[in-house]
């Protein structure tokens, strides 16, 4: 038989996480719900406003430009902040402090400065309204989620056995290739795949600097729910929380999630 | 052996520094020049460098009644995470293996999961035919349905939702640092366990309550998504504010001199308040 918590807090905790996974849950049901208007459904499941996503175009066409968007957004953030990270934590200079406060920077501003500060620059160089200012906006946003999580997974590093390494006569490329890189790739990829996820749920930056034609998926929803609710919506969330979690539980194995998300 | 001031090694920050400085920290600088420029509906935005615009937002109640609509929202919404993220916390440390990793999963998942999704997940609860709704109709706890959408109360809600991990995650590492065997000897000379956790734990913990409140404070003082869908054009925030001056009315010095303003008050409260609590009783363990 299962053992059944003791603890007095046993009966608040449930509560709490009961708090945390409502609004989640109450998305999912209703995506499933037969009927026209927003209903959790209780006797019948219907799929039908999946298959409602396949009428609406500009969902999927939002999507693409999301996944695209994400991609190359995720990449140029890895490759930055996995470089940053490697000189933040591996050398000692003047101003290291700083420089990593400053790389972390973007997490302490507001995203609604962010954006408006992008949106005001971008239009004076005359590429605001594109698919570059999306991106370059995400790969701001997302630095510091790569920069926090290859810093947490490089700590641990031990300088010596490069040296053993080359010692044993392995040129520095071979070196890199073979020993520190098969010891970082796993936070290097955490630091990716959060890249990722942060870059795919961008709202408030890219509403600034992606213009009125243009929408990823998170902007198409927020346009969608501001003037009519239907379970369409629901719908489509409960496809982006099922790839979130796929995402979540890749995370978790890679790095651990608390130590990803700075705690 | 005098090793090298600046290491080859340090030149790998450099494209990220690049990045940054290029696309963020040179559009904050513009932006606040933008703050002192004019505007007119019929040219547009005049540069110049005048006050009008922080003129208007210190003198017009409209505008002030927004900021304090923010604070009252940022301050609710702290004290409410602190009263039931501690309690998690504390729980939390008491977990082992799997258990803990499921719990520690889903207090984490708002942060994860997308902003829209779990606020349009909020709109759906505290509609007036939503199920929160229903449940105190029902139940016979008030006649017709509670105003949460779209009120003070509603936001306070889906913030309270998304911010809390941030608390429960810095008060569970303060918790964690400190040494188990300091509460035995406070028991055991004497102190009853609720004593024990208010004279040794409580002030052990204050660094991470700090450091939760600070954060879940900036947090909501700025926030954007969730006040936007559960309050809008009905219950405006500064942030919405912004958007509407730039999206809608485009008056972006006036915009840019909002979300300026917003930046330096949070950040002079949190600094404010920093002093305060270092200062007080518990000083010493924040050494």
């Not at chain 2, 729980?91 to 082992?96: D, G, H, Q, S, Y």
Request: net charge positive; charged share 15%.
């Amino acid at each position: 038989m299962k053992k059944l918590p003791k603890h007095p807090l046993a009966v608040f905790n449930i509560l709490f996480l009961a708090f945390l996974l409502a609004p989640i849950v109450v998305v999912v049901l209703v995506a499933f719900t037969p009927e026209g208007w927003l209903q959790i459904p209780t006797t019948r499941f219907s799929l039908r406003w999946f298959r409602e996503i396949a009428r609406h175009p500009e969902f999927i066409t939002a999507f693409k430009i999301s996944l695209s968007v994400a991609i190359v957004a995720s990449i140029t953030a890895t490759v930055l902040g996995t470089l940053a990270a490697m000189a933040i934590t591996q050398y000692r200079f003047p101003g290291r402090d700083m420089l990593n406060s400053f790389l972390l920077s973007p997490l302490m501003v507001p995203t609604v400065v962010t954006g408006i500060s992008l949106l005001y620059f971008l239009s004076m160089i005359g590429l605001a309204s594109t698919v570059t200012a999306i991106i370059l906006g995400h790969v701001i946003v997302t630095i510091p989620y790569v920069v926090r999580t290859v810093s947490a997974s490089l700590v641990g590093f031990d300088p010596s056995l490069e040296r053993a390494a080359m010692n044993l006569g392995a040129n520095r490329f071979q070196t890199f290739l073979r020993i520190r890189l098969p010891l970082i790739a796993p936070g290097i990829t955490a630091g990716g795949i959060f890249a990722f996820i942060m870059s795919l749920d961008e709202l408030t930056v890219t509403l600034f600097v992606s213009g009125p034609k243009l929408a990823t998926l998170p902007i198409r929803i927020y346009n969608h729910i501001t003037y009519i609710t239907d379970p369409l919506v629901a719908a489509v969330s409960t496809v982006i929380v099922v790839l979130t979690c796929i995402g979540v539980m890749l995370l978790d194995r890679l790095v651990g999630l608390d130590r990803a998300l700075g705690a | 052996m005098k090793t090298e001031k600046w290491p080859k090694g340090a030149l790998l920050a450099v494209p990220a520094s690049f990045w940054l400085g290029i696309f963020f920290l040179v559009p904050l600088i513009l932006v606040l020049s933008l703050s002192f420029y004019g505007y007119s509906p019929t040219e547009g935005v005049k540069p110049g460098i005048k006050f009008d615009n922080y003129i208007k937002l210190f003198t017009d109640t409209y505008y002030i009644g927004i900021f304090v609509r923010t604070f009252r929202i940022s301050i609710l919404v702290t004290i409410i995470t602190l009263l039931i993220g501690y309690p998690e916390a504390y729980f939390l440390t008491r977990l082992r293996g799997r258990v803990k990793a499921l719990v520690m999963m889903i207090v984490l998942s708002p942060l994860l999961i997308s902003a829209v999704t779990r606020t349009f997940g909020w709109f759906i609860l505290l509609g007036n035919n939503g199920v929160i709704n229903n449940a105190i109709v029902g139940l016979g706890l008030s006649d017709g349905p509670l105003k949460l959408l779209y009120s003070e109360t509603g936001i306070v809600i889906g913030l309270t939702h998304v911010l809390v991990p941030l608390m429960v995650l810095s008060i569970y590492a303060s918790l964690q640092k400190r040494d188990p065997a300091l509460v035995k000897a406070a028991e055991s000379l004497g102190a009853s366990p609720v004593r024990a956790f208010f004279e040794v734990t409580l002030p052990l913990s204050l660094p991470g309550i700090l450091a939760g409140s600070v954060l879940v404070f900036t947090m909501s003082m700025s926030a954007f998504v969730t006040p936007a869908v559960l309050g809008g054009s009905r219950v405006r925030v500064v942030a919405y504010l912004v958007y509407e001056e730039f999206l809608q009315s485009l008056n972006w010095p006036f915009g840019a001199a909002l979300a300026l303003v917003l930046v330096v008050l949070t950040m002079t409260i949190v600094l404010v308040y920093n002093r305060l609590i270092e200062r007080g009783r518990w000083k010493e363990v924040f050494r």
